[in-house]
């Protein structure tokens, strides 16, 4: 060991040895040996501190490298999961793209399908209402249909009962169903039915049934001429005894007598004599002239009607045996015929056919106007 009174050499050798910059750096220890200086007694310290400081800073260098290391392996491995998930993103927009083309491309579909649909709606909706109209269009048909029938039974037969019923049947089915724009046909109807119901009754169906019998009677009239005096009674028998043969003789001779001459008292003229061949030429003239009656009976034509009865009953009268009870009947009923009232005039249904007509004209057209507002509007594109 080295005596600690002897250091400064030993520092200065130190010095020379092992720092050659130590003189130069301290240059009053170079110029005092053998003096003590608070400096070289703190150096060890001094490197302590700097060996502290070394492993310090090595520490933080260390731990700075580290944390950095961290930092960059962190960053790293962020931007890896950014990336990933900028691929992932990238992906899913892509994907997301084409969904949305696919949805756009089946919303089209959609739209192209529907329009096609509301077309084929509106077309069974025409077809429907052409093949199943509504109750108001068959009522109203159906009125209509008994107007024109109710019209030709009125002209052409003259059958005042029958219109009469259908109009108040047709009144009674628009009262029911009670309609706004049926209220013109009801006026109109109830007009037709006020002046049908003022027409006089004729019972055309029931002296058409007694011209058809006056016409099959014609065939079972007597003639005039063939009128006979009733048979004389039966004389009566004598009593059965013997009777001499020429008494029985002349009384069957005086019979045949009696039967060859016929006295007969007459209170008229003598009635006409008709040749058989023209027999036959009176019966179907009396037949024609029913037959006449029969259609001006249908057709409304009083006078021609009151003519042909007339000339009928005059041939009777003039022709055939009016004592004969089937000649009496047929007078008769010629003569109830001819008392019977026939109206001048019959109404016809002009006004309630036209309002009828009108009506179906207005539905129509609406039917007209109903697709036009069902086809939907183009969208745009």
């Known amino acids: 060991m080295s005596d600690p009174l002897d250091r400064t050499p030993q520092v200065a050798g130190d010095a020379e040895a092992g720092d050659p910059g130590s003189a130069a750096a301290h240059p009053d220890v170079a110029s005092a040996p053998g003096r003590r200086t608070p ?11 700097a060996a502290l400081a070394l492993a310090a800073a090595l520490g933080a260098w260390y731990a700075t490298a580290r944390m950095e290391r961290e930092l960059r392996l962190e960053v790293a491995q962020r931007l890896a999961g950014v990336e990933s998930s900028t ?37 069974l909706e025409a077809l429907y209402r ?11 048909s159906e009125i209509e249909q008994v107007l024109v029938v109710a019209n030709q039974q009125l002209q052409l037969a003259g059958n005042v009962s029958s219109a009469l019923t259908a109009l108040q ?7 029911r169903l009670d309609r706004p724009q049926f209220v013109a046909l009801r006026r109109a109807l109830t007009r037709d039915i006020d002046e049908l119901k003022a027409v006089p009754f004729v019972d055309v169906t029931g002296m058409t049934l007694k011209l058809d019998q006056a016409l099959a009677a014609i065939d079972t009239l007597p003639l ?16 059965p005894g013997p009777e001499p043969w020429w008494s029985r003789l002349l009384r069957d001779m005086w019979a045949d007598v009696k039967q060859l001459i016929r006295i007969e008292v007459a209170d008229r003229p003598a009635a006409p004599l008709v040749p058989v061949a023209q027999e036959y030429f009176l019966r179907e003239n009396l037949r024609l002239r029913l037959l006449s009656a029969r259609i001006a009976l249908l057709g409304r034509d009083d006078a021609s009607f009151q003519a042909d009865l007339a000339a009928a009953g005059n041939w009777v009268k003039q022709y055939f045996d009016t004592r004969a009870k089937t000649v009496q009947s047929f007078q008769a009923t010629i003569r109830q015929l001819a008392a019977t009232p026939m109206p001048s005039q019959i109404p016809d ?13 207005a539905q129509d057209r609406a039917q007209d106007r109903a697709p036009a507002r069902a086809q939907p509007a183009p969208k745009p594109r």
């Open 224 to 239: 005039a001429m063939d009128e006979r005096l009733p048979p004389p009674a039966p004389e009566p028998l004598a009593a």
């Open 39 to 49: 400096r070289a007694v703190t150096m060890p310290m001094l490197g302590a501190v």
């Open 349 to 361: 249904l002009t006004r309630s056919l036209e309002a009828a007509r009108v009506l179906r004209l």
């Open 169 to 175: 049947l047709a009144d009674a089915k628009l009262q």
């Open 87 to 123: 691929q992932t993103a990238g992906k899913a927009q892509a994907q997301l793209a084409a969904d949305l083309r696919d949805a756009q491309a089946k919303i089209a579909l959609l739209e192209a399908r529907i329009a096609e649909s509301q077309a084929q709606q509106a077309a």
């Open 130 to 140: 052409d093949l199943a109209p509504s109750r108001d269009e068959i009522a109203l």
